[in-house]
């Protein structure tokens, strides 16, 4: 069964907007990746968070961790029309990494 | 630049003829994985080499097999492709198998059965 699961579905915003979105997930974790996947594209990878941090930055992407509630979110901000893509949460890593069900990212103009 | 290259980008096959992905990577990974995703799902693992260690996922079908016959190349043979077996295929890449080795996708195959 997936890890991960993340909300909202779906998010559509006006550029220069902030972008929230959460992923939970179910067991104990050592880390947490973030993945951005553009539209008939492979993922790329974007952060990565350990289970002993709280909160990581990378340009304009901040991501915090709770595991107490075993749950994550991804801030973009100042959002730009290049950032329309679906953004995946996955746990586990190695040789094992299992993907959220992933949040669709609209930034409109 | 180093990079994950799927080949083709498009594949067209009928229902039950055997059908061949290929992934290529100029990075030096240990590890590669093979992926499917469905429309509007999460990618979902099949299988990994560790260099050429096989590791199969419980769930993966027997219609599903791979080769790996060097570091650089990864193949996925589809046997007996079904109606349910069209998807995207993604291949990815990981120096290691630590699990804070981030992993390296193509941009995929997406392969369509007639």
């Known amino acids: 069964s997936q890890q991960g699961e993340e909300d909202p579905q779906a998010l559509s915003i006006q550029e220069g907007e902030n972008a929230t979105m959460n992923c939970s997930y179910k067991?104990?974790?050592?880390?947490l990746q973030w993945y951005r996947q553009n539209s008939g594209r492979g993922l790329v990878h974007l952060i990565l968070?350990?289970?002993?941090?709280r909160e990581k930055h990378s340009g304009r992407l901040r991501v915090t961790l709770d595991t107490s509630k075993k749950s994550s979110s991804l801030l973009i901000t100042a959002s730009r029309a290049a950032d329309t893509a679906s953004y995946f949460c996955?746990?586990?890593?190695?040789?094992?990494?299992?993907f959220g069900t992933g949040t669709q990212l609209k930034v409109e103009l | 630049d180093a990079m994950v290259i799927q080949n083709p980008r498009y594949q067209v096959t009928q229902f039950g003829k055997p059908v061949t992905l290929s992934c290529s990577q100029t990075?030096?990974?240990?590890?590669m994985y093979w992926y499917q995703q469905k429309s509007s799902q999460a990618p979902k693992l099949l299988f990994h080499?560790?260099?050429?260690?096989?590791?199969n996922e419980a769930d993966t079908p027997d219609n599903f097999q791979s080769r790996r016959p060097n570091t650089s190349f990864c193949f996925l043979d589809i046997r007996s492709p079904g109606l349910g077996d069209a998807a995207m295929y993604l291949c990815?890449?990981?120096?290691?198998?630590?699990?804070?080795?981030?992993?390296?996708f193509g941009d995929g195959t997406r392969l369509s059965i007639l």
């Open positions: 990075l030096n990974h240990n590890v």
């Open positions: 968070i350990r289970s002993n941090e």
């Open positions: 996955a746990t586990g890593g190695g040789n094992k990494l299992t």
């Open positions: 080499y560790y260099d050429k260690d096989f590791n």
């Open positions: 067991t104990s974790i050592n880390n």
């Open positions: 990815a890449t990981s120096r290691d198998q630590a699990d804070w080795e981030p992993q390296h």
